[in-house]
């Protein structure tokens, strides 16, 4: 019988802050744990962070640990939900943009989606690379050097990008693939 939970027992990280775009966290939430993956929020301080929804502030999500007491080898991916907000308070926080290179650096997927982009340049990951992004920010892309590709997902090693909430579905099966590829080959 076909395994229904590709991802059990591994365990996933969502970064974010106030103002993430509210579909572009609780969609691959949801996803990853019907996958079978344990999930995890972290951010810039423990409590409640707010989403976006539309022209106002959505709902809140518990935050289960502080950005700068994640140990990157408890978690078997990083996800960067987008929104306006939400990257340009993590980009300028210098323990985020840190484990984002970590993770890359050992070799784990990242997934940014919409705006999150920002914090994968602010990263020095996007030199070399075929992103996509959010329409607002295709410029920044370029300008960091990246190849900017017009498509619902992008996938480039570790680092898997999509342009905006109509391409989660593609983004969630994006990242559950590479997640059950990396366990496959080990």
Same mark, same amino acid.
């Given at each position: ?17 106030? !103002? ?20 995890? +929020? ?5 409590? %409640?962070?707010? #989403?976006?929804? !539309?022209?106002?502030? *959505? ?8 950005? *700068?007491?994640?140990? +990157?080898?408890?978690? @078997? @991916?990083?996800?960067?939900? !987008? ?9 300028? &926080?210098?323990?985020?943009?840190? =484990? ?5 650096? $050992? ?12 914090? =994968? +340049?602010? @990263? *020095?990951?996007?030199? #070399? ?10 410029? %920044?892309?370029?300008?960091? *050097?990246?190849?900017?590709? &017009?498509?619902?997902?992008?996938? &480039? !090693?570790?680092? +898997? ?8 579905? @593609?983004?969630? %099966?994006?990242?559950?693939? $590479? ?8």
């Amino acid at each position: 019988m076909a395994n229904t939970e590709p991802l059990a027992s591994q365990r996933i990280l969502i970064m974010a802050t106030d !103002g993430f775009e509210q579909s572009e966290l609780e969609v691959p939430l949801e996803r990853l744990q019907d996958a079978g993956a344990d999930v995890d +929020i972290a951010s810039l301080q423990l409590g %409640d962070i707010t #989403g976006w929804d !539309g022209d106002d502030w *959505g709902d809140e999500i518990e935050v289960d640990l502080k950005i *700068g007491d994640v140990k +990157i080898d408890d978690y @078997a @991916a990083l996800v960067l939900p !987008g929104g306006q907000i939400n990257p340009d308070l993590l980009r300028v &926080d210098d323990a985020a943009v840190a =484990l984002i290179r970590d993770f890359a650096a $050992a070799g784990k997927p990242v997934a940014a989606i919409c705006h999150a982009p920002w914090l =994968l +340049i602010e @990263a *020095g990951l996007a030199r #070399g690379k075929r992103l996509t992004s959010y329409k607002s920010i295709r410029t %920044d892309v370029v300008n960091a *050097g990246a190849d900017f590709v &017009d498509e619902a997902v992008v996938v &480039d !090693g570790n680092i +898997i990008t999509s342009r905006c909430p109509d391409d989660l579905p @593609a983004f969630c %099966d994006a990242i559950v693939a $590479a997640l059950a590829e990396r366990r496959v080959e080990a």
